[in-house]
Structures are given as C-alpha cells and as structure tokens.
C-alpha cells in the first residue's frame, strides 16, 4: 500500500538519510525506532505525502507521490490516519467534534453521527465526549487523536511516539487498540523510543522493528 524506493531526503544543505527502501503491506505492523534527531518523523511524514523525497520515489497505494497533483494527493491521504506526536485539537469544539472533523469537512456529517458513538465507545471515551480538550488527560487525548485518525475508515494507521507522553497503563490500552485496528487487516506504523513497549507487543501481534540510524534503515531483528 505504502512503498519507498531507494529514497533519499536533504534537509538544511544536509543529507537526513539515503537509499530507503521499505514496503507497508496490507496487515503489516512495523516499529520505527533510531536516536533523536535520525529522522523519524520525517520519514513518516515521506510515508503518508507530508513531504516528497529528494531522491527515489514514495507511492501511496501505486501512484508516486511526486506526480500527484494537491487535490488527488489530498483524497490518497484519507486513505491513511495519523496519529501525531504532540496531537492538536480545536479548544473550543468538543472532543466528539474534533473527532468527527475529518468526516465533516468532507461533507459527510451525516455518517459521523451514525458512527461517532460507537467509535467513541471503542476508544473508551463516551464519558468524555462532550468535554473540550483541554479537559483530557495525556492518556484521553491521544485516544481521541487516534479516534480522529480512524474515523475516515484508512488503510493505515502511521503513529508518532504515540505512548510518549502518557503513563505505562494507558500505553498499553493505546497499543490493544492499534493491534484491534492491525488485526482488522490495517498496516499499522508506529515510531517509538520505547523499547518496552515494542517488548509488549510481543504476545499479541508479529511485529517487525525497523532501525533509522546513520543515514540508514535497518531490520532491529526478526519478529518480536
């Protein structure tokens, strides 16, 4: 679904990294690991057409991103939910409403009332709907950003230190959720720095960690 080729990517008159090749199948579930700095987030921002490499090529779902014009580029995207490091919310909105914001600036009001509930319940966070999201907790924020990034139903969940800034516990109830969504057939990315929670994921899902170091990708191992 998501393929690099041989891709390189210069920020700052400096090159980030160089000959990164990587295929997101369907069902697959993959850990980003690597030092500050290595280019994590950038490498996912390549895997989801945040930005388009400077060497090699990125298709998403068999069209290269380099050739896609702003609206076509924007339509693939739905295909993929992101769940972004430090998440953003509109505050004066309630957290079902940030929820449901993809579907409804897509015109499709209608199906996020139908389905806002039942999503809402699944991320456990049905008491917490009508709150603004300055209410939440770590833990409850970045559930509702992961209910965002599912809403428009993708074919892959991309998460960027997901678990960063949340307590053990609610890591672990974040990663049952993202195995769910894996276990339904969705190629699942997820950059971390926690060693512990790639450990984890152990029992429930044949994951594969993948290594960003020295300008280089790299297999951290077969499958944990």
Not at 127 to 155: C, H, N, T, Y
């Amino acid at each position: 679904m998501i393929e690099l080729r041989d891709v390189a990517y210069s920020y700052g008159g400096g090159e980030l990294f160089s000959g990164l090749s990587l295929v997101l199948a369907p069902g697959s579930f993959h850990f980003l690991t690597g030092p500050s700095g290595a280019g994590k987030t950038t490498l996912l921002k390549l895997c989801y057409g945040d930005l388009v490499p400077t060497a090699g090529e990125v298709a998403l779902f068999g069209e290269t991103t380099r050739g896609m014009a702003r609206d076509g580029l924007a339509l693939t995207r739905r295909r993929i939910g992101v769940v972004h490091q430090d998440c953003q919310f509109l505050d004066h909105l309630s957290v079902a409403e940030n929820v449901a914001l993809p579907l409804s600036v897509a015109g499709r009001r209608a199906e996020a009332e139908a389905y806002l509930p039942d999503l809402m319940a699944w991320v456990g966070l049905n008491r917490q709907a009508g709150r603004r999201p300055p209410e939440l907790s770590g833990g409850e924020r970045q559930r509702a950003a992961l209910a965002r990034a599912v809403i428009m139903s993708p074919d892959v969940i991309i998460a960027d230190e997901p678990t960063g800034n949340i307590d053990w516990e609610m890591s672990q109830r974040l990663l049952a959720l993202l195995v769910e969504l894996n276990r339904m057939g969705k190629a699942v990315l997820i950059a971390t720095h926690d060693l512990n929670l790639i450990r984890a994921a152990k029992a429930q899902v044949a994951a594969r960690t993948l290594r960003l170091k020295g300008r280089q990708l790299m297999m951290a191992g077969a499958e944990l």
